[in-house]
Nanobody, 127 residues
């Protein structure tokens, strides 16, 4: 079992930056790929970024590539999402999630392949 708690959301002006954190409990965190997803009002949840269990590989949605960076610290059981050059369209509730299959070598972008989810943190970008 993995329990996830996000933090770091807030209100920021366009062009600003935020750093989201996701603290995990459970012994299997370091063996699971982690993902960040987001959901805006009236829209479906969408993939943002993912990182393998070792941190050696990452994947990003085209809409955030070059602006967002996902990273992890397995010693601290934490995954991060650094968000730079924020745009109003980045406004959403951001969720971190843990892959349902430990030690998976490839990254998944579909939310249904992530078994564990945090409660979400609101990010609001004003224009």
């Amino acid at each position: 079992q993995v329990q996830l708690v996000e933090s770091g959301g807030g209100l920021v002006q366009a062009g600003g930056s935020l750093r989201l954190s996701c603290a995990a409990s459970g012994r299997t965190f370091s063996s699971r790929a982690m993902g960040w997803f987001r959901q805006a009002p009236g829209k479906e949840r969408e993939f943002v970024a993912a990182i393998t269990w070792s941190g050696s590989s990452t994947n990003y949605a085209d809409s955030v590539k070059g602006r967002f960076t996902i990273s992890r610290d397995n010693a601290q059981n934490t995954v991060y999402l650094q968000m730079n050059s924020l745009k109003p369209e980045d406004t959403a509730v951001y969720y971190c999630a843990a892959d349902g299959r430990p030690l998976r070598p490839t990254l998944r972008v579909r939310s249904r392949e992530y078994d564990y989810w945090g409660q979400g943190t609101q990010v609001t970008v004003s224009s």
